[in-house]
Structures are given as C-alpha cells and as structure tokens.
T-cell receptor, first 117, second 114 residues
Framework: GAVVSQHPSRVICKSGTSVKIECRSLDFQATTMFWYRQFPKQSLMLMATSNEGSKATYEQGVEKDKFLINHASLTLSTLTVTSAHPEDSSFYIC?????????????FGQGTRLTVV | AQSVTQLDSHVSVSEGTPVLLRCNYSSSYSPSLFWYVQHPNKGLQLLLKYTSAATLVKGINGFEAEFKKSETSFHLTKPSAHMSDAAEYFCVVIHRGSQGNLIFGKGTKLSVKP
C-alpha cells in the first residue's frame, strides 16, 4: 500500500526557535495533504489542508503565520512551527489521501513528537 | 456536511469477551469510512475501511465493522478481546469521489482487563 513518511519522529527544541517537519508520499502523488495536531489523550485536530502549488487552507483558530505550510511538490509537504513555545509541544501527524470513486483512502505519517523546552 | 460521532469515549472489557466500539456518521454524499488504531505514543494504523464494496468489512487482528446506511453507523467489533487490543480507536469519514477533509471522531479508548 501507499506509504507516507514523516520526519523527524521526535524533536526537542528551545523556546523561540523554529522546527520543520516533513511529510513525504513515497510511492504516490498527493495533491492534498492534511496536518493534524494531537494533544495528550485527545483526538486529532485538523490544523490545515496543504495543496500542492497553492496556499494552505487553515482551520479556524490556527495561526497561519506560526504554522507555515509549504507543499512545493506532489510528494512533499512541510510544516514549520515558527518561534516555538512550550504550549506548541504536541504530537503532529500528516496525512495524504488517494482520491477515487471506489478506493479513496487516507495514509498517515508516523507522527512527530515536538517538545519545546 | 460530514461529521463523525463516537458514542463512547472509553470502553472497558475483560480479556476474551466481545468488543463493540460505536461510530455514527453523517454525510451528504457517499462516504468512505475507516477505523484506525493508535497505541500509546505511536502513529495511526489502519484497521479496516469501507469504500462501497461489501458492507461487512473484515480488518486486521480479528476486527470487523458493518456499514449500515439506514442507521448511519459503522460500528467496530471483535469477538474476543486480547490484552494487546488496548489502545485508542478512531472512526474516520471521508467524502468519496472528491477532495474533502478527513473527519475524525473524538476517539474511544479501549481498556482490556485480565
């Protein structure tokens, strides 16, 4: 099946620095990728939808200047957490969907555990 | 509009007894439905999916789910729980045929007692 690779799996950074998370579709082209955030013991919250070649669509309440999303190619989307603060510590997961009338499916990266100290 | 409701935030069963995790959805169009499992500090693993073929879908680890359009449900079941089944389970809906969001349920934590 299709594979989505997310890197890094774990990162610790100092408060005020920026962190970039990569999401790659390894064997298929993903025109759309999704970025989720998961707080401890909670469900996944959609942050933004990343569209190849155009601006990302952010969900209400998500700061687009803080969470920069770039989807420069059909196989790569990146999420940059700028000027990170401890409250940004969370589990971030990306997803890419394969669209079709009969075989629509979503594939997930393994997630990135971000800790801001 | 699409939405997913997982009716139980926490389900506790004894090892060897049946598991039922409930999921109801609403969708204006033909949906694709998925169940994902997440073990602590891990990513998401696909258990099974419904994409318009057979309404009774069999997945990995003995899980299965039945799509019931009349009840707008997609409940996840397993005849006999195993300790390793303890995890968080998410029901997900996606609008089939065009590019829409993946909508997650709030999750159900499954605990399995010895």
């Amino acid at each position: 099946g299709a594979v989505v690779s997310q890197h890094p799996s774990r990162v610790i950074c100092k408060s005020g620095t920026s962190v970039k998370i990569e999401c790659r579709s390894l064997d298929f082209q993903a025109t759309t990728m999704f970025w989720y955030r998961q707080f401890p013991k909670q469900s996944l919250m959609l942050m933004a939808t990343s569209n190849e070649g155009s601006k990302a669509t952010y969900e209400q309440g998500v700061e687009k200047d803080k969470f920069l999303i770039n989807h420069a190619s059909l196989t790569l989307s990146t999420l940059t957490v700028t000027s990170a603060h401890p409250e940004d510590s969370s589990f971030y997961i990306c997803s890419a969907a394969v669209w079709g009338q009969l075989n629509t499916e979503a594939f997930f990266g393994q997630g990135t555990r971000l800790t801001v100290v | 509009a699409q939405s997913v409701t997982q009716l139980d935030s926490h389900v506790s069963v004894s090892e060897g007894t049946p598991v039922l995790l409930r999921c109801n959805y609403s969708s204006s169009y033909s949906p694709s439905l998925f169940w994902y499992v997440q073990h602590p500090n891990k990513g998401l693993q696909l258990l099974l999916k419904y994409t318009s073929a057979a309404t009774l879908v069999k997945g990995i680890n003995g899980f299965e789910a039945e799509f019931k359009k009349s009840e707008t449900s997609f409940h996840l079941t397993k005849p006999s729980a195993h300790m390793s089944d303890a995890a968080e389970y998410f029901c997900v809906v996606i609008h089939r045929g065009s590019q829409g969001n993946l909508i997650f349920g709030k999750g159900t934590k499954l605990s399995v007692k010895p």
